[in-house]
Protein backbone atom coordinates (compact mmCIF):
# COMPACT_ATOMS: atom_id res chain seq x y z
CA UNK A 1 0.00 0.00 0.00
CA UNK A 2 1.34 3.59 -0.67
CA UNK A 3 1.54 5.68 1.97
CA UNK A 4 0.92 9.01 1.03
CA UNK A 5 2.65 11.21 3.39
CA UNK A 6 6.37 9.16 2.30
CA UNK A 7 5.64 9.64 -1.51
CA UNK A 8 4.67 13.17 -0.92
CA UNK A 9 8.27 13.82 0.36
CA UNK A 10 9.44 12.15 -3.35
CA UNK A 11 8.07 15.37 -4.66
CA UNK A 12 10.37 18.64 -4.77
CA UNK A 13 9.33 21.92 -6.04
CA UNK A 14 10.04 22.80 -9.63
CA UNK A 15 12.22 25.26 -10.72
CA UNK A 16 10.64 28.57 -12.71
CA UNK A 17 11.46 30.21 -15.15
CA UNK A 18 13.32 32.82 -13.33
CA UNK A 19 15.80 30.43 -11.99
CA UNK A 20 17.27 28.88 -15.24
CA UNK A 21 20.66 31.00 -13.86
CA UNK A 22 20.54 28.95 -10.54
CA UNK A 23 19.85 25.56 -12.23
CA UNK A 24 22.47 26.15 -14.50
CA UNK A 25 25.08 27.16 -11.95
CA UNK A 26 24.14 24.25 -10.17
CA UNK A 27 25.31 21.62 -12.37
CA UNK A 28 27.89 19.95 -11.22
CA UNK A 29 29.85 19.65 -14.47
CA UNK A 30 32.56 18.04 -13.86
CA UNK A 31 33.01 15.11 -15.74
CA UNK A 32 35.20 11.98 -16.40
CA UNK A 33 37.70 13.77 -18.13
CA UNK A 34 38.55 16.74 -15.69
CA UNK A 35 39.33 13.67 -13.58
CA UNK A 36 41.39 12.21 -15.74
CA UNK A 37 43.40 15.41 -16.47
CA UNK A 38 43.44 16.26 -13.46
CA UNK A 39 44.85 12.62 -11.88
CA UNK A 40 47.48 12.93 -14.97
CA UNK A 41 48.74 16.37 -14.31
CA UNK A 42 49.10 15.41 -10.72
CA UNK A 43 50.61 12.34 -11.61
CA UNK A 44 52.97 14.52 -13.76
CA UNK A 45 53.64 16.66 -11.04
CA UNK B 1 37.04 14.01 -34.80
CA UNK B 2 38.56 13.83 -31.45
CA UNK B 3 40.34 16.58 -29.62
CA UNK B 4 43.65 15.93 -26.96
CA UNK B 5 42.54 17.46 -24.36
CA UNK B 6 45.46 18.49 -23.38
CA UNK B 7 47.02 20.33 -25.93
CA UNK B 8 43.41 20.44 -28.20
CA UNK B 9 45.03 18.76 -31.43
CA UNK B 10 43.30 16.43 -33.31
CA UNK B 11 43.54 12.83 -32.11
CA UNK B 12 44.61 10.20 -34.55
CA UNK B 13 43.90 6.23 -34.08
CA UNK B 14 47.11 6.41 -31.87
CA UNK B 15 47.00 5.90 -28.13
CA UNK B 16 48.68 8.96 -27.58
CA UNK B 17 48.64 12.20 -29.06
CA UNK B 18 50.88 12.92 -31.95
CA UNK B 19 51.28 16.51 -31.17
CA UNK B 20 51.94 16.89 -27.32
CA UNK B 21 52.59 13.26 -26.98
CA UNK B 22 49.68 12.82 -23.82
CA UNK B 23 47.96 9.46 -23.45
CA UNK B 24 44.41 9.78 -24.83
CA UNK B 25 43.94 5.86 -25.09
CA UNK B 26 41.65 6.26 -21.33
CA UNK B 27 40.23 9.38 -22.67
CA UNK B 28 39.05 7.82 -25.76
CA UNK B 29 37.37 4.97 -23.78
CA UNK B 30 35.56 7.76 -21.82
CA UNK B 31 34.69 9.55 -25.10
CA UNK B 32 33.31 6.23 -26.72
CA UNK B 33 31.38 5.28 -23.17
CA UNK B 34 29.78 8.94 -23.46
CA UNK B 35 28.41 8.05 -26.87
CA UNK B 36 27.53 4.65 -25.81
CA UNK B 37 25.25 6.26 -23.55
CA UNK B 38 24.52 8.62 -25.67
CA UNK B 39 22.83 6.26 -28.18
CA UNK B 40 21.13 4.15 -25.79
CA UNK B 41 19.59 7.68 -24.43
CA UNK B 42 18.39 7.98 -27.82
CA UNK B 43 16.84 4.66 -28.29
CA UNK B 44 14.94 5.19 -25.15
CA UNK B 45 13.79 8.24 -25.92
CA UNK B 46 12.08 6.96 -29.46
CA UNK B 47 10.62 4.63 -27.39
CA UNK B 48 9.02 7.26 -25.35
CA UNK B 49 10.87 5.82 -22.13
CA UNK B 50 11.74 9.20 -21.49
CA UNK B 51 13.13 8.82 -17.99
CA UNK B 52 15.12 5.58 -19.03
CA UNK B 53 16.49 8.17 -21.15
CA UNK B 54 17.43 10.78 -18.78
CA UNK B 55 19.39 8.43 -17.09
CA UNK B 56 21.33 7.58 -19.93
CA UNK B 57 21.90 10.99 -21.16
CA UNK B 58 23.19 12.06 -17.77
CA UNK B 59 25.48 8.99 -17.53
CA UNK B 60 26.82 10.72 -20.80
CA UNK B 61 27.29 13.56 -19.71
CA UNK B 62 29.03 12.73 -16.06
CA UNK B 63 31.30 11.14 -18.80
CA UNK B 64 31.78 13.73 -21.33
CA UNK B 65 30.16 17.14 -20.58
CA UNK B 66 30.86 18.26 -24.50
CA UNK B 67 28.91 15.84 -25.70
CA UNK B 68 27.02 18.64 -26.98
CA UNK B 69 24.30 15.91 -29.09
CA UNK B 70 23.88 14.19 -25.43
CA UNK B 71 22.47 17.52 -23.96
CA UNK B 72 20.37 18.68 -26.53
CA UNK B 73 18.12 15.62 -26.68
CA UNK B 74 18.38 15.43 -22.44
CA UNK B 75 16.72 19.22 -22.66
CA UNK B 76 14.44 18.19 -25.52
CA UNK B 77 12.94 14.84 -23.07
CA UNK B 78 13.50 17.36 -19.73
CA UNK B 79 10.94 19.56 -22.09
CA UNK B 80 8.77 16.41 -23.51
CA UNK B 81 8.46 15.84 -19.56
CA UNK B 82 7.00 19.30 -18.98
CA UNK B 83 10.71 19.94 -17.05
CA UNK B 84 10.61 23.46 -19.04
CA UNK B 85 13.98 25.12 -16.71
CA UNK B 86 15.72 21.67 -16.65
CA UNK B 87 15.40 21.61 -20.56
CA UNK B 88 16.64 25.52 -20.68
CA UNK B 89 18.86 24.75 -18.67
CA UNK B 90 20.95 21.77 -20.87
CA UNK B 91 20.42 23.85 -23.68
CA UNK B 92 22.46 27.04 -22.68
CA UNK B 93 24.97 24.86 -21.14
CA UNK B 94 24.99 23.44 -24.72
CA UNK B 95 24.99 26.61 -26.07
CA UNK B 96 28.29 27.49 -24.07
CA UNK B 97 29.99 24.83 -24.93
CA UNK B 98 29.49 24.70 -28.51
CA UNK B 99 29.07 28.43 -29.37
CA UNK B 100 28.36 27.63 -33.25
CA UNK B 101 26.50 25.27 -35.27
CA UNK B 102 24.79 24.34 -31.96
CA UNK B 103 20.31 23.86 -32.27
CA UNK B 104 20.51 24.45 -28.68
CA UNK B 105 20.09 28.20 -29.32
CA UNK B 106 17.24 27.68 -31.66
CA UNK B 107 15.30 26.04 -28.88
CA UNK B 108 16.14 28.86 -26.66
CA UNK B 109 15.48 31.46 -28.75
CA UNK B 110 12.19 29.65 -29.42
CA UNK B 111 10.91 29.49 -26.12
CA UNK B 112 12.35 33.18 -25.79
CA UNK B 113 10.72 34.94 -28.66
CA UNK B 114 7.58 32.96 -28.03
CA UNK B 115 6.43 34.62 -24.41
CA UNK B 116 2.89 33.36 -24.15
CA UNK B 117 4.23 30.14 -24.15
CA UNK B 118 6.56 31.10 -21.61
CA UNK B 119 4.49 32.56 -19.60
CA UNK B 120 2.07 29.44 -19.63
CA UNK B 121 4.59 26.99 -18.75
CA UNK B 122 5.62 29.27 -16.05
CA UNK B 123 2.16 30.03 -14.64
CA UNK B 124 1.90 25.78 -14.65
CA UNK B 125 5.05 25.52 -12.70
CA UNK B 126 4.17 27.87 -10.29
CA UNK B 127 0.71 26.75 -9.74
CA UNK B 128 2.15 22.92 -9.29
CA UNK B 129 4.43 24.40 -6.89
CA UNK B 130 1.50 25.91 -5.14
CA UNK B 131 -0.28 22.45 -5.03
CA UNK B 132 2.52 20.66 -3.68
CA UNK B 133 2.87 22.74 -1.08
CA UNK B 134 -0.98 22.68 -0.05
CA UNK B 135 -0.74 18.99 0.14
CA UNK B 136 2.21 19.18 2.32
CA UNK B 137 -0.22 21.64 4.66
CA UNK B 138 -2.67 18.61 4.24
CA UNK B 139 -5.06 20.82 2.26
CA UNK B 140 -5.64 18.06 -0.13
CA UNK B 141 -9.46 18.86 -1.44
CA UNK B 142 -7.63 22.42 -2.75
CA UNK B 143 -4.48 20.60 -3.47
CA UNK B 144 -7.12 18.58 -5.83
CA UNK B 145 -8.56 21.34 -7.67
CA UNK B 146 -4.89 23.25 -8.26
CA UNK B 147 -3.65 20.33 -9.70
CA UNK B 148 -6.55 19.39 -11.87
CA UNK B 149 -6.19 22.96 -13.22
CA UNK B 150 -2.35 22.48 -13.71
CA UNK B 151 -2.76 19.89 -16.10
CA UNK B 152 -5.38 21.43 -17.69
CA UNK B 153 -2.73 23.73 -18.26
CA UNK B 154 0.47 21.63 -19.57
CA UNK B 155 -0.81 18.34 -19.79
CA UNK B 156 3.00 17.35 -20.30
CA UNK B 157 3.67 18.01 -16.57
CA UNK B 158 4.74 14.92 -15.55
CA UNK B 159 4.88 15.59 -11.90
CA UNK B 160 1.71 17.04 -11.80
CA UNK B 161 -0.29 14.44 -12.69
CA UNK B 162 1.56 11.94 -10.57
CA UNK B 163 1.13 14.22 -7.74
CA UNK B 164 -2.50 14.43 -8.67
CA UNK B 165 -2.66 10.79 -8.99
CA UNK B 166 -1.36 10.28 -5.15
CA UNK B 167 -3.86 12.52 -4.20
CA UNK B 168 -6.46 10.42 -5.70
CA UNK B 169 -5.37 7.83 -4.45
CA UNK B 170 -5.59 8.92 -0.99
CA UNK B 171 -8.90 9.73 -1.09
CA UNK B 172 -10.21 5.96 -2.59
CA UNK B 173 -10.44 7.60 -6.20
CA UNK B 174 -8.80 4.87 -8.08
CA UNK B 175 -10.29 5.39 -11.44
CA UNK B 176 -9.53 8.82 -11.34
CA UNK B 177 -5.51 8.20 -10.63
CA UNK B 178 -5.42 5.53 -12.96
CA UNK B 179 -6.88 7.94 -16.08
CA UNK B 180 -3.99 10.51 -14.54
CA UNK B 181 -1.76 7.60 -14.58
CA UNK B 182 -2.31 6.41 -17.86
CA UNK B 183 -1.99 10.02 -19.16
CA UNK B 184 1.97 9.78 -17.64
CA UNK B 185 2.65 6.27 -19.16
CA UNK B 186 1.49 8.12 -22.57
CA UNK B 187 4.22 10.59 -22.06
CA UNK B 188 6.78 8.62 -20.14
CA UNK B 189 6.54 4.78 -20.27
CA UNK B 190 9.43 4.33 -18.30
CA UNK B 191 8.07 6.38 -15.12
CA UNK B 192 8.78 3.89 -12.43
CA UNK B 193 6.12 6.43 -9.96
CA UNK B 194 3.80 5.83 -12.32
CA UNK B 195 4.07 2.24 -13.10
CA UNK B 196 3.85 1.98 -8.77
CA UNK B 197 0.93 3.99 -8.54
CA UNK B 198 -0.75 2.16 -11.58
CA UNK B 199 -0.12 -1.36 -10.20
CA UNK B 200 -1.48 -0.21 -6.58
CA UNK B 201 -4.63 1.78 -8.39
CA UNK B 202 -5.49 -1.44 -10.24
CA UNK B 203 -5.52 -3.90 -7.12
CA UNK B 204 -7.52 -1.63 -5.57
CA UNK B 205 -9.80 -1.21 -8.67
CA UNK B 206 -10.00 -5.42 -8.74
CA UNK B 207 -10.35 -5.79 -4.69
CA UNK B 208 -14.01 -3.26 -5.09
CA UNK B 209 -14.67 -5.40 -8.11
CA UNK B 210 -14.27 -8.75 -6.19
CA UNK B 211 -16.15 -6.70 -2.97
CA UNK B 212 -18.69 -6.18 -5.08
CA UNK B 213 -19.41 -9.88 -6.19
CA UNK B 214 -19.09 -10.64 -3.09
CA UNK B 215 -22.00 -8.60 -2.06
CA UNK B 216 -23.77 -9.87 -4.80
CA UNK B 217 -23.39 -13.67 -4.49
CA UNK B 218 -24.41 -12.40 -0.20
CA UNK B 219 -27.80 -11.74 -1.57
CA UNK B 220 -28.72 -15.63 -2.52
CA UNK B 221 -28.57 -18.06 -0.06
CA UNK B 222 -27.72 -21.86 -0.28
CA UNK B 223 -29.39 -24.65 1.46
CA UNK B 224 -28.67 -28.52 1.46
CA UNK B 225 -31.40 -30.74 0.97
CA UNK B 226 -30.42 -33.92 1.02
CA UNK B 227 -27.99 -34.25 -2.08
CA UNK B 228 -29.41 -31.89 -4.05
CA UNK B 229 -28.67 -27.95 -3.59
CA UNK B 230 -31.42 -25.42 -3.17
CA UNK B 231 -30.16 -21.48 -3.76
CA UNK B 232 -32.71 -19.30 -2.60
CA UNK B 233 -32.37 -15.15 -3.03
CA UNK B 234 -32.24 -13.43 -0.06
CA UNK B 235 -34.46 -10.62 -1.30
CA UNK B 236 -37.20 -13.32 -2.39
CA UNK B 237 -40.71 -12.34 -1.44
CA UNK B 238 -43.41 -14.38 -0.14
CA UNK B 239 -46.11 -14.14 -2.29
CA UNK B 240 -49.07 -12.43 -0.56
CA UNK B 241 -52.94 -11.99 -1.75
CA UNK B 242 -51.80 -8.49 -2.82
CA UNK B 243 -49.05 -9.25 -5.20
CA UNK B 244 -51.16 -12.38 -6.47
CA UNK B 245 -53.53 -9.80 -6.87
CA UNK B 246 -51.53 -7.46 -9.06
CA UNK B 247 -50.28 -10.27 -10.85
CA UNK B 248 -53.35 -11.27 -12.54
CA UNK B 249 -53.92 -8.04 -12.80
CA UNK B 250 -51.20 -7.10 -15.10
CA UNK B 251 -51.59 -10.33 -16.50
CA UNK B 252 -55.17 -9.02 -17.84
CA UNK B 253 -53.42 -5.93 -19.34
CA UNK B 254 -51.20 -8.18 -20.67
CA UNK B 255 -53.59 -9.80 -22.44
CA UNK B 256 -55.93 -7.12 -23.54
CA UNK B 257 -52.87 -5.37 -25.13
CA UNK B 258 -51.52 -8.43 -26.58
CA UNK B 259 -55.42 -8.55 -27.80
CA UNK B 260 -55.26 -5.07 -29.08
CA UNK B 261 -52.22 -5.20 -30.90
CA UNK B 262 -52.38 -8.42 -32.14
CA UNK B 263 -55.71 -9.59 -32.64
CA UNK B 264 -56.59 -5.58 -34.06
CA UNK B 265 -54.84 -5.52 -36.90
CA UNK B 266 -56.25 -8.74 -37.94
CA UNK B 267 -59.71 -8.03 -37.77
CA UNK B 268 -59.13 -4.64 -39.31
CA UNK B 269 -57.67 -6.42 -42.20
CA UNK B 270 -61.00 -8.77 -42.39
CA UNK B 271 -63.27 -5.46 -42.16
CA UNK B 272 -60.73 -3.97 -45.02
CA UNK B 273 -60.87 -7.04 -46.87
CA UNK B 274 -64.79 -7.10 -47.14
CA UNK B 275 -64.97 -3.47 -47.54
CA UNK B 276 -62.63 -4.03 -50.84
CA UNK B 277 -64.89 -6.59 -52.08
CA UNK B 278 -67.88 -4.45 -51.61
CA UNK B 279 -66.49 -1.44 -53.41
CA UNK B 280 -64.77 -3.60 -56.28
CA UNK B 281 -68.27 -4.54 -56.40
CA UNK B 282 -70.14 -1.19 -56.61
CA UNK B 283 -67.32 -0.04 -59.11
CA UNK B 284 -68.23 -2.77 -61.75
CA UNK B 285 -71.72 -2.28 -61.02
CA UNK B 286 -71.15 1.67 -62.00
CA UNK B 287 -68.64 0.58 -65.11
CA UNK B 288 -71.84 -1.40 -66.35
CA UNK B 289 -73.98 1.21 -65.58
CA UNK B 290 -71.36 4.10 -67.12
CA UNK B 291 -71.53 1.65 -69.94
CA UNK B 292 -75.24 1.59 -70.42
CA UNK B 293 -75.53 5.47 -69.76
CA UNK B 294 -73.40 5.68 -72.67
CA UNK B 295 -74.90 3.48 -75.09
CA UNK B 296 -78.26 5.26 -74.15
CA UNK B 297 -76.14 8.65 -75.23
CA UNK B 298 -75.51 7.35 -78.16
CA UNK B 299 -79.10 6.39 -78.97
CA UNK B 300 -79.96 9.84 -77.72
CA UNK B 301 -77.68 11.65 -80.43
CA UNK B 302 -78.81 9.34 -83.28
CA UNK B 303 -82.22 9.96 -82.63
CA UNK B 304 -81.69 13.90 -82.30
CA UNK B 305 -79.90 13.89 -85.68
CA UNK B 306 -82.32 11.63 -87.42
CA UNK B 307 -85.10 14.32 -85.95
CA UNK B 308 -83.31 16.86 -86.88
CA UNK B 309 -82.87 15.29 -90.32
CA UNK B 310 -86.54 14.98 -90.40
CA UNK B 311 -87.29 18.17 -89.13
CA UNK B 312 -84.88 20.16 -92.10
CA UNK B 313 -87.37 17.58 -94.37
CA UNK B 314 -90.48 18.74 -93.11
CA UNK B 315 -89.48 22.21 -93.34
CA UNK B 316 -88.71 21.84 -96.87
CA UNK B 317 -92.37 20.77 -97.48
CA UNK B 318 -93.97 22.77 -95.01
CA UNK B 319 -91.62 26.30 -94.70
CA UNK B 320 -90.77 27.98 -91.31
CA UNK B 321 -94.68 29.29 -91.01
CA UNK B 322 -96.26 26.40 -92.73
CA UNK B 323 -96.91 26.30 -96.28
CA UNK B 324 -99.74 24.11 -95.74
CA UNK B 325 -101.73 27.48 -94.44
CA UNK B 326 -100.53 29.22 -97.63
CA UNK B 327 -102.38 25.79 -99.98
CA UNK B 328 -105.81 26.64 -98.06
CA UNK B 329 -105.80 30.29 -98.39
CA UNK B 330 -104.76 29.13 -102.52
CA UNK B 331 -107.90 26.68 -102.40
CA UNK B 332 -109.98 29.94 -100.85
CA UNK B 333 -109.05 32.21 -102.83
CA UNK B 334 -109.69 29.57 -105.80
CA UNK B 335 -113.01 28.65 -104.36
CA UNK B 336 -114.27 32.44 -104.36
CA UNK B 337 -112.90 33.21 -107.90
CA UNK B 338 -114.55 29.68 -109.33
CA UNK B 339 -118.37 31.67 -108.12
CA UNK B 340 -117.93 33.61 -111.51
CA UNK B 341 -119.57 37.45 -111.86
CA UNK B 342 -120.68 37.22 -108.37
CA UNK B 343 -117.39 36.60 -107.07
CA UNK B 344 -116.20 39.28 -104.72
CA UNK B 345 -112.54 39.89 -105.97
CA UNK B 346 -111.40 42.06 -103.00
CA UNK B 347 -112.30 38.82 -100.88
CA UNK B 348 -109.91 36.90 -103.44
CA UNK B 349 -107.29 39.25 -103.00
CA UNK B 350 -107.08 38.62 -99.45
CA UNK B 351 -106.92 35.30 -99.79
CA UNK B 352 -103.86 35.84 -101.86
CA UNK B 353 -102.64 38.31 -99.19
CA UNK B 354 -102.92 35.60 -96.98
CA UNK B 355 -100.80 33.02 -99.13
CA UNK B 356 -98.29 35.73 -99.44
CA UNK B 357 -98.64 36.35 -95.84
CA UNK B 358 -97.82 32.42 -95.46
CA UNK B 359 -95.14 32.99 -97.95
CA UNK B 360 -96.07 32.53 -101.56
CA UNK B 361 -92.51 31.77 -102.39
CA UNK B 362 -92.57 28.16 -100.79
CA UNK B 363 -95.30 27.05 -102.73
CA UNK B 364 -93.17 24.48 -104.49
CA UNK B 365 -95.34 22.37 -106.90
CA UNK B 366 -95.44 24.47 -110.15
CA UNK B 367 -99.06 23.81 -110.17
CA UNK B 368 -99.80 25.87 -107.50
CA UNK B 369 -97.19 27.99 -108.15
CA UNK B 370 -99.29 29.02 -111.69
CA UNK B 371 -102.54 28.67 -110.22
CA UNK B 372 -101.63 31.33 -107.62
CA UNK B 373 -100.41 33.53 -110.52
CA UNK B 374 -103.24 33.17 -112.74
CA UNK B 375 -105.78 34.21 -110.24
CA UNK B 376 -103.20 37.24 -109.35
CA UNK B 377 -103.63 38.73 -113.33
CA UNK B 378 -107.04 37.95 -113.47
CA UNK B 379 -108.25 39.82 -110.60
CA UNK B 380 -105.00 42.28 -110.74
CA UNK B 381 -106.55 45.23 -113.06
CA UNK B 382 -109.91 45.04 -110.82
CA UNK B 383 -108.37 44.77 -107.59
CA UNK B 384 -105.11 47.23 -108.13
CA UNK B 385 -108.29 50.11 -109.11
CA UNK B 386 -109.75 49.10 -105.77
CA UNK B 387 -106.24 49.80 -103.97
CA UNK B 388 -105.88 52.63 -105.55
CA UNK B 389 -109.05 53.85 -104.41
CA UNK B 390 -108.70 53.60 -101.10
CA UNK B 391 -105.22 54.93 -101.59
CA UNK B 392 -105.83 57.91 -103.32
CA UNK B 393 -108.31 58.63 -100.51
CA UNK B 394 -106.15 58.31 -97.21
CA UNK B 395 -103.84 60.86 -99.56
CA UNK B 396 -106.38 63.51 -99.83
CA UNK B 397 -106.93 62.82 -96.00
CA UNK B 398 -103.15 63.36 -95.66
CA UNK B 399 -103.34 59.87 -94.29
CA UNK B 400 -99.59 58.89 -96.12
CA UNK B 401 -99.27 55.47 -94.44
CA UNK B 402 -102.64 54.09 -95.27
CA UNK B 403 -101.89 55.82 -98.63
CA UNK B 404 -98.22 53.91 -99.51
CA UNK B 405 -99.90 50.76 -98.63
CA UNK B 406 -102.61 51.14 -100.56
CA UNK B 407 -100.83 52.36 -103.75
CA UNK B 408 -97.80 49.38 -103.51
CA UNK B 409 -100.87 47.37 -103.46
CA UNK B 410 -102.40 48.60 -106.20
CA UNK B 411 -98.91 48.51 -108.59
CA UNK B 412 -98.12 45.10 -106.80
CA UNK B 413 -101.53 43.88 -108.99
CA UNK B 414 -101.42 46.41 -111.98
CA UNK B 415 -97.34 47.52 -112.43
CA UNK B 416 -98.65 49.93 -115.27
CA UNK B 417 -101.21 51.90 -113.60
CA UNK B 418 -99.96 55.24 -114.03
CA UNK B 419 -102.60 56.72 -111.21
CA UNK B 420 -101.05 54.55 -108.57
CA UNK B 421 -97.37 55.30 -109.58
CA UNK B 422 -97.96 59.00 -109.80
CA UNK B 423 -99.66 58.91 -106.32
CA UNK B 424 -97.25 56.49 -104.75
CA UNK B 425 -94.64 59.17 -106.14
CA UNK B 426 -96.35 61.78 -104.32
CA UNK B 427 -96.85 60.09 -101.01
CA UNK B 428 -93.49 59.86 -101.08
CA UNK B 429 -92.79 63.15 -101.72
CA UNK B 430 -95.04 64.03 -99.25
CA UNK B 431 -92.96 62.00 -96.93
CA UNK B 432 -89.80 63.70 -97.86
CA UNK B 433 -88.66 60.42 -99.49
CA UNK B 434 -87.67 62.06 -102.89
CA UNK B 435 -85.43 59.06 -104.05
CA UNK B 436 -88.17 56.65 -104.01
CA UNK B 437 -90.40 59.58 -105.39
CA UNK B 438 -88.31 60.30 -108.53
CA UNK B 439 -88.00 56.69 -108.88
CA UNK B 440 -91.80 56.24 -109.29
CA UNK B 441 -92.07 59.80 -111.38
CA UNK B 442 -89.77 58.14 -113.81
CA UNK B 443 -91.52 55.34 -114.04
CA UNK B 444 -94.70 57.45 -114.63
CA UNK B 445 -92.68 59.87 -117.34
CA UNK B 446 -91.86 56.12 -118.74
CA UNK B 447 -95.10 54.70 -119.37
CA UNK B 448 -96.87 57.90 -120.60
CA UNK B 449 -94.56 60.55 -121.30
CA UNK B 450 -96.68 62.93 -122.93
CA UNK B 451 -100.01 62.22 -120.50
CA UNK B 452 -100.84 65.55 -118.23
CA UNK B 453 -99.63 63.02 -115.46
CA UNK B 454 -96.36 62.63 -117.43
CA UNK B 455 -95.57 66.69 -117.71
CA UNK B 456 -96.30 66.85 -113.93
CA UNK B 457 -93.53 64.05 -112.85
CA UNK B 458 -91.59 65.82 -114.94
CA UNK B 459 -91.60 69.17 -113.26
CA UNK B 460 -91.51 66.91 -109.99
CA UNK B 461 -88.65 65.81 -111.26
CA UNK B 462 -86.62 69.21 -111.83
CA UNK B 463 -87.97 70.45 -108.66
CA UNK B 464 -86.41 67.60 -106.85
CA UNK B 465 -83.16 68.10 -108.86
CA UNK B 466 -82.68 72.15 -108.19
CA UNK B 467 -82.97 71.07 -105.01
Known amino acids: MIDFETELKKFHPSPEVDDVEDVVNGHDLTDMVDFIVRTVSEAEE | MLFCYSCGMALSEKSYCTSCGADVSKYKKILYMSNRYYNRGLEKAQIRDLTGAVEDLRQSLKLYKRNTQARNLLGLVYFEMGETVNAMAEWVLSAHYQKDKNIASDYIDTLRTNAVLLDNINSSIKKYNQGLNQC???????????????????????????????????????????????????????????????????????TDSKKHKGKEKEAAVTIQNGNDIIIQPNNRKENTFLSL???????????????????????????????????????????????TIDTLTQRIDSLTTQYEALKDQLNTYEGTNGAFEGYKYLLLAVKEYSKGETADKNLVAQYLDKVDENGSDKIKEEEFLEVYNILKTSIGESVADSYYENGYNAFRQEDYVTALENFKKAIEYNSENVDALYYLACTYMANKDYDNAKYYFNMVINISPDSELGNKASNYIAEIDAQ
Open chain 2, 136 to 206: KQGNVDVAKITLRRVVNNNPRLINAHLLLALVLMKEEDYSGAKKELIQVRRIDRGNITAALYLRMAEENLN
Open chain 2, 245 to 291: FLNILIGLVIGLLVGWFVLGPIRVNMQKSDENKELSDAYEEINLKNT
